[in-house]
């Protein structure tokens, strides 16, 4: 990557600048040019001067071109098949983490975030446990959670693992049903699990998570959509097509890994704006099941998002994958189902440094009546505990360390009776900024 360095006038203050400097607001380097120009100094000096300041930037800009390959790599939203440790924590095969190359891992979406979206269990107090997340696209909109899409890998709290979901400022909302793609695509048996997507212009491309017959679409095999392949819907004029199929999926693996590799299901798809190719995860090998290809250049590994760039301490296969459009500080619990005489520990990452912060709580959610940036507004519901926590603003507020992570530890008391907690943690930095909610059901 190449950095182009600029010059900029630098107006000194009053009292700090001899009176040449306070005459013409001339900052080292051009006070030394000007003198050269001038001819206000001895000639061979200035001009001496002048070339090692040229030299110096000369290799400031040689230093910063040979950076990385992966330093030019786009930001990734990911999620595991299964649970991960990695060198800065751990991570739920459920939940979705921003990965960028050299960076750590950062949770974008925790367990406790996506129960509260999906809101109680059918005839019980808790929460739904989320299952694994199947398919993510991130639309970078300017709505709750940046207005990220996804799919679940089994029905839950009465969505269908074929469901394209939305985060809204009311909660999740269905954006695309199972039903209206089973109708495109003309899937015989009326049912089908969506297992990547990508939304450009209003257009689907995704990938099945088993293959399906059609009595629309062939691939490799006359009237089937297998689960490697990647269709296009467009919901607006009906129109369905393939964009690759499986073979071909394949042949791009194969040209990076090893000569007739198979592929097998594809798990997710996003775009890469760098170079317009189409980014994919697959099944295999298993050496690459946790890294991510490009169709650029006929085949490619992304640079900085192999399999090993991750971290992973497991297996480490990707199961959904989404090019990272929207930010926000994230904010995690050491327990989301803490017991009574525990230590409870609310943390929260990816703040600016020193950035003064306030935990807020309340007993419920409700949906967002105060609109901010990063996670896009407040969504506690304003009830006692609310209050209580504005009240306590002093011994809930505190300042974000020098990497931009704070933490707040809680003794639940012996005699807790079971109770949901909704927390969220306000930026009093300007723009206001707020995190992710987070669900505690203590003494539960």
Known sequence: MTTSVMLRRVTPSAAGASGT??????????????????GGASGPKARAAVGAVRVALVSLGLALSASPAWAQSPTLLVSTSSNELH???????????????????????????????LGPASGGELHILPGDVDALHDPGEAALGGGLMFSLVSNQGGWEDGDVLRISAAGLELVWSEDALVTALGVTDGNLDLDALLVEDGMLLFSLAEDEDSTLLSGDMPGVIEDGDVVGWDPVTGAVWHV?????????????????????????????????????????????????????????????HDEQDFGFQGAGELDALGLARSHWSSLGVSDAQPAAGTTLV????????????????????????FDMGGWGGLVLAQDTLFNLSLQALPSLSVMADGMGSANWSFDVPLALQPVDVVAQVFSFANPHMATNPVLIEAGQ
């Open 346 to 369: 609310i943390t929260l990452e990816g703040a600016k440094p020193s950035e003064p912060c306030l935990l807020l709580l309340s007993m419920a959610s409700e949906p967002s009546w």
């Open 244 to 304: 690759l199929t499986e073979s071909a999926v394949d042949t791009l693996v194969s040209n990076v890994v090893a000569s007739g590799s198979l592929a097998g299901d594809l798990k997710g798809l996003a775009r890469n704006h760098e170079d317009g190719g189409l980014l994919f995860c697959v099944q295999s090998p298993s050496s690459h099941d946790g890294a991510v290809f490009s169709t650029s250049m006929g085949g490619s590994l992304l640079d900085g």
């Open 87 to 117: 060198p800065s924590g751990s991570v739920g095969d459920e939940e979705i983490v921003w990965h960028t190359p050299g960076v750590p891992l950062r949770t974008a979406l925790p367990t406790e975030t996506l129960s509260l979206l």
């Open 21 to 38: 400097e306070a005459a013409t607001g001339a900052g080292p380097v051009e006070k030394l040019a000007g003198t050269a120009a001038s």
